[in-house]
């Protein structure tokens, strides 16, 4: 990704269904102001094969709050007071006592300062610290898991030796859930643990709520906290979890893969600050974290590990980038010092893949919770090397060359051919307008074969006035995607699965935007602190992604003016005529046709499909993402004051003998499905 943008609000728009009504013979349609279209496909069991692969996620850490304040469930805020270069950002004191930053007998090396709450008289009221959230704390009928360390210095003590912790309101004054913990066994001047449940038993609708520990009155003296935690449930109940809208939102997608942790975030902003594997696993009073890449601190709470198991939760596959020698800052490591990073991928590689019974690192995963190694095909050296092509050129062969000699099952994908002989694969990444996807739909087949393999690792409309095709990150940058970016996203989609001899999978990207919170716009998923909206080209992925062939079907479409025989490959007729687009698929073990139309025109396009080799008789499902009759599609997006301005709309049909006709509405997107 190259730019940053702030973000603003609505806009909104509607769906209108469509009704097919079939008799015997074609129906009757009026041909004025419509398009018509003949659609044949053959039926077949074999094919060329499509990867389940196919349309994927990227999950970038740390843009737009998309972990630590997003998919990751943690609800307190600066939780080891590393924000802003170490702080208390976040925390506030009331009742008497008063809070300061500590740096002495640090909990560990990695978390070097802490909270030190000081009583200098004897309370005579309940006094303590609290917390407000990342954005406020959504609080509902549920049990919560908190935990901290805490250490009472001297002559300290809790008056009873319990504390009280729990969710309040802004004002104190309401108490959502508390729980009362002994700290009486913790040894003085020592680092204790505690960990224990908060039952809620009613929520609220606010989130403007806060997190408290809380002394009861006559207590005295100074008591030290850190690592301050609390969870609400998670996402198949994780240890360290998920966010479980978050998370459903990401699985219902059903993504073949997820490109992980970057992005721009695996460079870091200096090498120092790059993505460390190592700093990421573990126990998370080891983890030291590091500057965010896009914003804040970045905790890696939710490490290495948590990702590769978030990302078997939702049944993807794992595309992992790996630190190839190259920041932000522009600075690259010379060559003759590429062999410690080297060394430092291949322990990564071994920590995820190597068995526990003969490798230290499979040890070492194995003693972190994990046994079975994980599965991996895909791994990326680097990340938008086209910006460092000249140290790219030494870069990618080094690690190229020490890794794919080590892990032979593994394909390894590079960012750019610019400076390189051929590899693999390679990784695309196009922010555009709407044309550019548009007039771009033969871009991989007309790639001579043999070629590398590709990954659109990161696409998508960023502009919907494609007189911006030379600079869409200019004025009219989007804020959210619309219809026309989803349709216009989508035909680029069908080339990926037209393609499929040489495409591995795109996604769009960045996925997450936290609102109150953002860098980059537009987003697949827009969040707040208590809800998710699945933006317009999130529902057309979806579609996609939910229906997915694993051969392609011979298709070829005409009008009055040639047949299905004067078809040429790369044609009109061959996967698009005039502005309607086209993909027949087959899932052959439910025997299941899949079609996926899109229509980039102003006007409906009616077409008549025939499914050669079948003599069904049966109801299909057409599934229709679209803007309505009349709307401008650019006028139309998903937001958080407006969620459901577009919905995907799902509408049966009846096929005589593998023949149906359908009415693509102007801008939209269909998916048909129908036994064969």
């Not at 419509?34 to 994927?56: D, F, K, R």
């Not at 092509?389 to 080590?406: G, K, T, V």
């Not at 309607?580 to 052959?588: C, I, P, S």
């Not at 593998?658 to 036994?675: C, E, Q």
Request: aromatic share 12%; with cysteine.
């Amino acid at each position: 990704m190259f730019v940053m943008k702030q973000i603003t609000l609505p806009l909104i728009g509607f769906i209108t269904s469509f009704i097919i009504t079939i008799s015997s013979g074609w129906p009757i349609v009026n041909e004025n102001n419509i398009n018509v279209v003949s659609l044949n496909i053959e039926n077949a069991n074999t094919g060329q094969i499509i990867p389940s692969t196919m349309h994927g996620v990227i999950l970038e850490t740390n843009v737009n709050r998309d972990d630590d304040g997003g998919l990751y469930a943690e609800l307190v805020y600066n939780r080891a007071f590393q924000e802003k270069g170490q702080s208390l950002d976040g925390w506030s004191s009331f009742g008497q006592g008063s809070i300061a930053l500590s740096p002495f007998q640090p909990l560990s090396s990695a978390l070097p300062v802490h909270l030190r709450y000081s009583l200098i008289e004897k309370s005579i009221s309940p006094s303590g610290f609290r917390n407000n959230g990342f954005y406020g704390i959504n609080i509902q009928a549920q049990n919560y898991t908190a935990s901290f360390f805490y250490r009472a210095l001297g002559e300290a003590y809790v008056a009873g030796g319990e504390l009280s912790i729990g969710f309040s309101d802004s004002t104190g004054q309401i108490i959502y859930g508390i729980s009362t913990i002994d700290v009486s066994v913790a040894p003085v001047d020592k680092w204790f643990p505690f960990s224990f449940t908060i039952p809620v038993l009613n929520g609220t609708s606010s989130v403007k709520n806060f997190f408290f520990i809380k002394f009861p009155p006559g207590s005295k003296g100074d008591f030290e906290f850190n690592l301050v935690s609390c969870f609400p449930p998670t996402y198949k109940n994780r240890v360290n979890g998920a966010r479980i809208d978050i998370a459903q939102a990401f699985a219902d997608l059903k993504p073949g893969y997820v490109r992980l942790p970057g992005g721009n975030d695996l460079e870091g902003l200096t090498i120092p600050e790059r993505f460390i594997w190592n700093n990421t696993v573990g126990l998370l009073e080891n983890r030291p974290g590091r500057r965010g890449t896009w914003t804040g601190y970045n905790t890696e709470g939710f490490g290495l590990i948590e990702l590769f198991t978030f990302v078997e939760d939702i049944g993807a596959t794992p595309v992992l980038a790996v630190y190839a020698g190259y920041s932000l800052d522009g600075k690259a490591v010379p060559q003759d010092e590429l062999q410690p990073y080297i060394d430092e991928v291949i322990k990564e590689l071994d920590f995820l893949t190597a068995s526990a019974s003969n490798n230290s690192m499979g040890v070492l995963r194995e003693r972190l919770g994990r046994s079975q190694p994980f599965d991996i095909k895909y791994v990326e050296i680097g990340n938008e090397d086209i910006f460092a092509a000249d140290s790219y050129s030494y870069r990618w062969p080094a690690f190229y060359n020490a890794l794919s000699q080590r892990y032979p099952n593994i394909t390894f994908i590079a960012t750019t051919t610019k400076s390189i002989n051929t590899p693999p694969a390679v990784d695309d990444h196009d922010y555009q307008v709407p044309l550019f996807f548009i007039e771009n739909f033969r871009r991989y087949e007309n790639i001579p074969r043999p070629s590398p393999k590709v990954l659109v690792g990161e696409f998508s409309v960023i502009n919907d006035d494609d007189s911006k095709i030379s600079n869409p990150f200019g004025a009219g940058r989007l804020d959210y995607p619309s219809i026309k970016s989803a349709v216009a996203e989508s035909i680029y989609r069908i080339g990926f699965e037209r393609n499929s001899d040489i495409i591995i999978g795109g996604c769009y990207a960045p996925v997450l935007q936290n609102i109150f919170n953002t860098q980059w716009t537009p987003n697949l998923i827009v969040f707040n602190t208590s809800s998710v909206v699945k933006s317009t080209s999130y529902l057309a992925q979806k579609m996609f992604g939910q229906n997915l062939g694993n051969i392609i079907l011979n298709s070829t479409a005409t009008n009055s003016s040639f047949t299905h025989q004067s078809v040429q490959k790369g044609q009109e007729g061959d996967g698009k005529l005039g502005n309607l687009y086209f993909v027949a698929t087959k899932l052959t073990h439910e025997s299941t046709l899949i079609l996926k139309l899109v229509n980039a025109d102003s006007n409906d396009t009616y077409v008549r499909v025939q499914v050669q080799g079948t003599t069904l008789c049966c109801e299909g499902f057409m599934e229709i993402l679209t803007a309505g009759s009349g709307v401008d599609p650019t006028t139309v997006h998903n937001t958080i004051s407006n969620p459901n301005a577009a919905s995907i709309y799902r509408r049966p049909f009846w096929s005589i003998n593998g023949a149906f006709s359908i009415t693509v509405p102007s801008w939209s997107v269909m998916v048909v499905t129908l036994p064969l």
